[in-house]
């Protein structure tokens, strides 16, 4: 009998959005990987949308699948893997998304990965984003998926504490534990050398997915407060028509249409972060804004809300209270006009404490015990 190959991990992914927090962090993992010389595939539930993955296309397996809805590639990911499990090992699966979590447990649980260990990361706090039906969605896929995971990995302690109060029989073992997102300090400094076409020049920016969470309307509505306006906002990322035109419409309505730029998607925003006055995270709510990481390794003039865990506790980022214009407009003054020659010591410290040699050596080291 021919022996089956081997797939050291499988990552499942929504889409191929590499702007969100998630897919950033599972794309830095892959790349680890793949220069350790793992056998690697990626599977997203729909059809090719964005841009960005296009560096691994020789490294590793991509495989789309062809659906316009991800609640529909669910199904489609179901038959896809058990096909694929038929001549295939899969020694490791990893997802960041809740419902995909899911659906690798329950695919663990009647045994097409049987064999398989499981690792599921947290990549927001479900339980405080979400209500109703949408919430029993995702504890049904919790109490399907998690019982099965070999590893459950949380972002923060304020994570885990959240996680394990609303499901209090994942207590019962050992399998939750908390590692921040990782970074790659070698992609980051590579990327912080690029040049690019980028002219604007006296901005703010911002960075993520257009969605409420994201809290972009209430940036806009303090940079409108603020007294300087020569400054310029820059939002680099994209989302939803719906969304987008909700911003659009904010702008035109406080007549910043010259001021406000919504810039879409960029590939490499290390030497934007770099160019800009103040790097902003206005969130609303967040697992860990991996962002905020990204920035930090540019700039050393940062705000953010405290829209995750541990936020307050980094020393030299300018905090404030969420969902607040007020707070997030003094924060935006405080961060123009005070200086502190530590900040950029203090950044560097955290972001080498959260290496992806560290991340993946942690990892592992839960994994096998």
Request: hydrophobic share 45%; proline share 2%.
């Given at each position: 009998m021919k022996k089956k190959e081997t797939i050291d991990w499988l990552f499942v992914l929504p889409d191929d959005l590499i702007g969100g927090g998630a897919q950033q962090v599972l794309f830095t993992i892959i790349n680890f990987f793949i220069a350790q010389g793992k056998n690697c595939m990626v599977v997203f539930l729909v059809n090719k949308k964005h841009h960005g993955w296009e560096s691994l296309e020789?490294?590793?397996s991509i495989v789309y699948l062809d659906n316009n809805s991800v609640y529909r590639g669910f199904f489609s990911a179901a038959k896809y893997i058990r096909?694929?499990?038929?001549?295939?090992?899969?020694?490791?699966?990893?997802?960041?998304?809740?419902?995909?979590?899911?659906?690798?447990?329950?695919?663990?649980?009647?045994?097409?990965l049987k064999h398989t260990k499981l690792v599921l990361r947290e990549s927001t706090s479900i339980f405080l984003r979400f209500k109703g039906f949408k919430l029993l969605l995702y504890k049904t896929a919790y109490r399907m998926g998690y019982k099965q995971a070999n590893l459950i990995i949380c972002q923060t302690p304020l994570m885990k504490e959240q996680l394990l109060e609303a499901l209090p029989w994942l207590k019962k073992n050992d399998k939750v534990v908390v590692i921040p997102n990782p970074v790659n300090l070698d992609e980051i400094s590579t990327k912080a050398q690029e040049t690019l076409d980028f002219e604007i020049d006296n901005f703010l920016v911002a960075a993520g997915r257009f969605i409420p969470e994201k809290g972009f309307d209430i940036l806009i509505d303090a940079f409108n407060l603020l007294e300087?306006?020569?400054?310029?906002?820059?939002?680099?990322?994209v989302g939803t028509t719906e969304e987008e035109r909700k911003?659009?419409?904010?702008?035109?309505?406080?007549?910043?249409?010259?001021?406000?730029?919504?810039?879409?998607?960029?590939?490499?925003?290390?030497?934007?972060?770099?160019?800009?006055?103040?790097?902003?995270?206005?969130?609303?709510?967040?697992?860990?804004?991996?962002?905020?990481?990204?920035?930090?390794?540019?700039?050393?003039?940062?705000?953010?809300?405290?829209?995750?865990?541990?936020?307050?506790?980094?020393?030299?980022?300018?905090?404030?209270?969420?969902?607040?214009?007020?707070?997030?407009?003094?924060?935006?003054n405080k961060g123009l006009i005070n200086s502190d020659n530590q900040r950029e010591l203090y950044f560097n410290d955290y972001i080498r404490s959260r290496s992806i040699d560290s991340f993946i050596n942690t990892m592992l080291n839960q994994i096998n015990n």
């Open positions: 020789d490294k590793c096909r694929l499990k038929k001549t295939i090992h899969i020694e490791h699966a990893i997802s960041s998304q809740a419902l995909i979590n899911g659906l690798l447990g329950f695919l663990k649980y009647v045994n097409i300087d306006i020569t400054l310029k906002l820059v939002i680099l990322g911003l659009i419409n904010q702008i035109e309505h406080l007549n910043l249409q010259e001021r406000v730029i919504l810039y879409g998607y960029v590939n490499n925003v290390y030497p934007i972060f770099n160019k800009a006055r103040l790097c902003v995270v206005s969130s609303r709510i967040e697992g860990f804004p991996n962002v905020l990481l990204q920035m930090m390794s540019q700039n050393d003039s940062v705000v953010s809300t405290k829209c995750a865990g541990e936020i307050s506790n980094i020393k030299g980022i300018i905090t404030c209270e969420t969902h607040s214009v007020d707070a997030l407009k003094e924060a935006l």
